[in-house]
Each structure stands twice: as C-alpha cells, then as structure tokens.
C-alpha cells in the first residue's frame, strides 16, 4: 500500500471487506480504524511523473553518456575452475545427434523442463560440431543445430532458469557439446 491516506470511499470497501472475513490478527483491524482520510482525491488528470507517486524527478541521461549496467555471468569463481578443468558431473546427458531441427527443439526443451522440474545443475548438451562455415549456414547441414542453440535458448519459456552456457571440457565432448548450468532453485 503507498503512504498516501484512503478516500473515503475506499475506507468504506476496507472496512466491508474486513467485516466479511475473520481476520487471523485482531490487531490489525485496529490499525485499519486508525488511518487517516485524506480530504480529497488526487489528480490524475495531468502528466504521469516521479513526483505524482512519490519520487524525487530525475533528468534524462543521454545514451552516449550512459554507462552500461554491470552484469554477473550467473556463476562464481568454483564453478568457473571446475567447468574449466572437466570436474563438473552433469546431472544429464542430452544427445542431439540424429534429429532435425525442429525435433532438436522439441527435445531440448522438453529436456530443460524435466531437469528444472526435477532440480539439476547442470546439463551436457551433445550438439555436434560443424566442419567448416559453407555447411554450417545451409539449413539441415553440419553445426546447424548448434548454432541455433544459443537462439533457441534465448527464446526458452526456460530462460530464467539458466545461469550459463559453456562450451564443454574435452572430457566431455569438447566444441562439439555444451554445459548447460541452471540456476539453483530459491
């Protein structure tokens, strides 16, 4: 609720509201008969600005003299050392060979959900790696699917849940797989 005080009318619907259900701390319904009315609406007529809710008005920054917002790549210094020396131990193992790329789709997010349903860490995505770039920009040819992966991920109903996207430890498939790292359930 903001720290501005209830009209009348809304006063009124609270103090219905109230009447209709059994409140679970008596107190409360003390505080409610305490609060002040304010003596008039407010204008919402005009413009909407940081002062009609409260706030303090700031100037518009131009964009060339913004500076970018710092952002964390999702992991800490642990996970780094173990994902660079191959000490991580995906959860899952998700092979792509062999599909198309609307089946690699479907798998990969069916695969996201069951993982973050069932509260892994990590997943080893096997894709594939492209033999040169001629292949890689036609449609079904070698590394298509793994370029489409990052775009796939992007777009996820899933997206939330990533922390990261690796390219994996030799021991684990190398250019040609990824680690998947999900974010710890809160």
């Known amino acids: 609720m903001s720290d501005r005080p209830l009209t009348a009318g809304e006063k009124a619907l609270w103090q219905k509201f109230i009447e209709s ?3 679970i701390d008596p107190g409360r319904v003390k505080r409610v008969e305490s609060l002040p009315v304010a003596k008039r ?21 131009p ?10 790549h999702g992991l800490d210094g642990g996970w780094d050392r173990r ?8 959860d899952v193992t998700v092979d792509l060979h062999g599909y198309t790329l609307s089946s690699a789709h479907g798998r990969l997010d069916s695969a996201l959900e069951l993982s973050i349903a069932a509260g892994h860490r990590a997943i080893l995505l096997i894709t594939g790696k492209a033999r040169n770039d001629d ?12 370029a ?3 775009d796939w ?14 390219r994996a430890h030799p021991r684990h498939g190398g250019a040609g797989a990824l680690y998947i790292i999900l974010r710890r359930r809160r």
């Not at 940081?50 to 920054?61: C, L, P, Q, Y």
């Not at 964009?63 to 964390?72: A, E, F, S």
């Not at 991920?153 to 690796?166: E, N, P």
């Open 83 to 90: 994902l660079a020396k191959g000490m991580v131990q995906p």
């Open 63 to 72: 964009l060339r003299d913004q500076k970018p917002v710092p952002t964390r």
């Open 153 to 166: 991920l992007a777009a996820s109903r899933h997206h939330a849940h990533i922390a990261t996207v690796r």
């Open 21 to 23: 259900v059994e409140p």
């Open 148 to 150: 489409a992966i990052s």
């Open 41 to 61: 609406p407010r204008d919402l007529s005009g413009p909407i600005t940081a002062e009609s809710f409260g706030g303090k008005s700031t100037k518009a920054v």
């Open 135 to 146: 292949e890689r920009r036609r449609e079904g040819g070698r590394g298509a699917i793994r």
